[in-house]
């Protein structure tokens, strides 16, 4: 797994466990800090029913994750992110 991808599956396994977003909410913002990092997020519904979450790195990069119902897909520093559902739940486990 490239570093780019495990840092979007990790800062994915954050906002899933602090804070998301309900479909009845249209909008949610949040903040964690991980590996010495601070990450800053809003967390959306689009008008298609997807959870988009989107925000900044403390350290300037730049995000974006449009979760699907088995795929999180987006960009993650500039460069192409996508990873499964079930890949997010595995790295939530092993960070326990």
């Known amino acids: ?3 780019m ?4 599956k990790t800062f ?3 906002t899933f466990a602090f ?5 009845a909410q249209a909008e949610a ?3 964690f800090q991980h590996a010495g990092t601070t990450y800053t997020y809003v967390e959306r519904t689009s ?3 997807q959870r988009v979450i989107s925000g900044s790195a403390s350290d ?3 995000f974006r994750l449009i979760v699907g119902q088995r795929l999180v897909r987006g ?5 192409p992110v996508a990873f499964s559902l079930a890949e997010v739940e595995r790295t939530k486990i092993a960070m326990r």
Do not use: E, L, Y
């Open 1 to 3: 797994m490239t570093k």
């Open 5 to 8: 991808t495990f840092a979007a």
């Open 12 to 14: 994915a396994v954050a």
């Open 19 to 23: 804070g998301a977003a309900t479909m």
């Open 29 to 31: 913002t949040g903040q």
């Open 47 to 49: 008008s298609k029913g």
């Open 60 to 62: 300037g990069r730049s």
């Open 75 to 79: 960009t993650f520093n500039g460069n």
